[in-house]
């Protein structure tokens, strides 16, 4: 693969409790353990990153197939939900992706969320590593 763009951002601190920044600065904030897993809290955090970038890239793709089957598919979106939990000797993510496409038939939706499953880099990526469930609301 010849990469077309290529995002990089760099962590400072104490791992899930520091920063992150982007190149271009864009994206600049504090990062945090959640309390859930015994953290403070009170920042942004890997998986919600994850969850926010797996979620435009899915809602992305999504519309590209939509657009290539010829299909208006209206006002559509894209909820990821990221969970991480323990796997073996270390932690593992799990992803569910809740598609919300009102006004298409159900098969029609059905079509075009596979079909963006396939199409999306970040699917790609995950495919066969993280367990990634595809709910259609």
């Known amino acids: 693969m010849t990469p077309l763009y290529t995002a990089v951002a760099t962590a400072t601190g104490d791992g899930r409790d520091g920063k992150v ?29 994850f969850a ?12 590209v197939v ?16 990221v969970g991480i939990g323990r796997a073996g000797a270390g932690f593992g993510l799990a992803v569910t992706l809740e598609i919300t496409m009102p006004g298409l038939p159900a098969d029609t939706a059905r079509q075009l969320v596979e079909a963006a499953h396939q199409v999306c880099p970040y699917s790609n990526a995950t495919r066969g590593n993280i367990d990634v469930q595809l709910v259609l609301r």
């Open 52 to 63: 926010a970038g797996y979620a435009a890239c899915f809602h992305s793709a999504l519309r």
């Open 66 to 81: 939509a657009r290539r089957a010829k299909v208006e598919p209206g006002d559509t979106e894209v909820t990821a939900r």
């Open 21 to 49: 920044r982007s190149s271009d600065g864009l994206l600049e904030t504090a990062v945090a353990t959640p309390a859930e897993l015994g953290g403070a809290g009170g920042a942004t955090n890997p998986e919600q990153l």
